[in-house]
């Protein structure tokens, strides 16, 4: 079994949501002065790579607590899209893909965009699904869907829709993956687990995908 790593560093410095501030790290303890290390951590829970729950957008929605930590693991595939160059994806570029989403229960979008992370190239004019193929990937049995980019909707959207469609039927959306096109075709288990933290509208998660081959 090999590990594919998915997972972007959380550290300062690091490509964050306009407005979201850098996470910040300081010294509480040091080994020279209390005989060990201990740092204090602050940052958004929408940090680097992280899952967004229904309580992110919708008023009364559910958050974290109510979710098993079996519903941020199962059976994947990723779909390349690497070479669409346009910033709204249309349903027909995803439809000949029907017969592997219906075989998973995560669907990774590859849009190739993860290559700007770090710039600010990669905070806008990133490619997004249109309202069709939201709806389209509604109507599967999925848990959740995760994409290379920072949001699934563009930074200025007004509504945010995209997110709005998936939270409002439950799924998981997992932002900032990296690496996916290491990728097998076929399907691979993937397992992003957030911090158990209560009341949560996001965590950070530790994103890995496990295929059969190294």
């Not at 790593?5 to 040091?30: H, N």
């Not at 029907?98 to 710039?119: D, H, M, T």
């Not at 999925?142 to 945010?160: E, P, Q, R, T, W």
Request: charged residues 15%.
């Amino acid at each position: 079994m090999h590990v594919i790593d998915l997972t972007y560093p959380i550290g300062p410095g690091m490509s964050c949501y306009p407005g979201t501030p850098s996470p910040q790290s300081s010294v509480l303890c040091s080994i020279e002065e209390q005989g060990y290390n201990e740092r204090q951590l602050s940052f958004s829970s929408h940090t680097g790579t992280h899952v967004d729950l229904p309580l992110h957008m919708l008023s009364g929605g559910i958050s974290l607590d109510a979710f098993l930590p079996e519903q941020f693991m199962g059976p994947a595939a990723v779909i390349d899209l690497s070479d669409f160059s346009g910033t709204v994806i249309p349903l027909d570029r995803l439809l000949r893909f029907g017969q592997l989403v219906a075989q998973c229960e995560f669907v990774l979008i590859n849009s190739g965009w993860g290559r700007y992370w770090g710039s600010d190239t990669y905070l806008s004019g990133y490619p997004v699904l249109c309202e069709a193929a939201a709806d389209w990937f509604a109507g599967f049995r999925l848990k959740g869907l995760g994409i290379d980019m920072v949001s699934f909707d563009h930074a200025d959207s007004s509504g945010y829709p995209v997110h709005r469609r998936f939270l409002e039927s439950g799924l998981l959306l997992f932002e900032n993956l990296c690496g996916l096109e290491r990728l097998p075709e076929g399907i691979f288990r993937f397992i992003a687990l957030p911090l158990k933290l209560q009341g949560a509208e996001a965590s950070p998660v530790r994103a890995i995908a496990l295929t059969d081959a190294g």
